[in-house]
C-alpha cells in the first residue's frame, strides 16, 4: 500500500532514555516533517526536510535531533527523555510545493 | 503570525442532520487550506483540500469552502452519520516555509 508508515506505534520508556521513532513513505513525496500533537490535541510542526536537507526546526529541544538518511525516510531521534515530551509524534510527507500532505498513524510516547 | 481557530470546539448533533464546520484565520496570504479528521487514538485523514484559486471542493457528502478575503472555511457535512464521530481539522499552507498551521479542531458527535 502506498502510505506514510512509523513505527513504532505505542513507545512507553522511562525518563532519561533514548529513543528513536521511524518514519518511511512511499509515496515519492520529496518532502517529509514531523509534527506533534499534545495533551490538548494541538499539531504543531517540529522539522521538515526537503530531499534529505533540513528547511524547517521550530523551537525545539535540542534532544530531539531528526535524521533523514534518503528522501523516503525521516527518522526522529530523542535523548534524555522527560515527563513533557508525552505526546503523540506523526510523520507526514509532501510533494514539492504547497500541495496535500499525507500523514502516518502516529507513534504515541509515553514518559514515565 | 497566522492563527487559525475552529468554532465551534464541540457539536453534538442527531443522525441525518446537515451541519457546517467553521474555521477562521489571520493571514489571507495562503497557497491551500485542508480539512482532515482525525479519529479517537488514530492519525489524520485527509478529507479535502482546496487550493487558494478555488473556491470550494467536494467529496461524497462533503463539501469545503473557501472565502480568502474574509479569512475564512467552511466544512459542510451532509446527513450527518455516526460514522461521522470524530475530530475535524483545518490547516493551512502559507509563507515561504512548507509547513501547515492547524487550527484547534472541531469534535464532532452525531447520535442514533
Known amino acids: 500500500d502506498t502510505a506514510v508508515s512509523q513505527t513504532p506505534k505505542y513507545l512507553v520508556t522511562q525518563m532519561g532514555n533514548d529513543k528513536s521513532i521511524k518514519c518511511e513513505q512511499n509515496l515519492g513525496h520529496d518532502t517529509m516533517y514531523w509534527y506533534k500533537q499534545d495533551s490538548k490535541k494541538f499539531l504543531k510542526i517540529m522539522f521538515s526536510y526537503n530531499n534529505k536537507e533540513l528547511i524547517i526546526n521550530e523551537t525545539v529541544p535540542n534532544r530531539f535531533s531528526p535524521k533523514s538518511p534518503d528522501k523516503a525516510h525521516l527518522n526522529l531521534h530523542i535523548n534524555s527523555l522527560e515527563l513533557g515530551d508525552s505526546a503523540v509524534y506523526f510523520c507526514a510527507s509532501s510533494p514539492q510545493g504547497p500541495t496535500g500532505y499525507t500523514f502516518g498513524s502516529g507513534t504515541r510516547l509515553t514518559v514515565v | 503570525k497566522q492563527e487559525v481557530t475552529q468554532i465551534p470546539a464541540a457539536l453534538s448533533v442527531p443522525e441525518g442532520e446537515n451541519l457546517v464546520l467553521n474555521c477562521s484565520f489571520t493571514?489571507?496570504?495562503?497557497?491551500?487550506l485542508q480539512w482532515f479528521r482525525q479519529d479517537p487514538g488514530k492519525g489524520l485523514t485527509s478529507l479535502l483540500l482546496?487550493?487558494?484559486?478555488?473556491r470550494e471542493q467536494t467529496s461524497g457528502r462533503l463539501n469545503a469552502s473557501l472565502d480568502k478575503s474574509s479569512g475564512r472555511s467552511t466544512l459542510y457535512i451532509a446527513a450527518s452519520q455516526p460514522g461521522d464521530s470524530a475530530t475535524y481539522l483545518c490547516?493551512?499552507?502559507?509563507?515561504?516555509?512548507?509547513?501547515?498551521?492547524f487550527g484547534t479542531g472541531t469534535r464532532l458527535q452525531v447520535t442514533l
Open positions: 482546496i487550493q487558494s484559486s478555488q
Open positions: 490547516a493551512l499552507w502559507y509563507g515561504t516555509a512548507s509547513k501547515l498551521t
Open positions: 493571514d489571507s496570504a495562503i497557497y491551500n
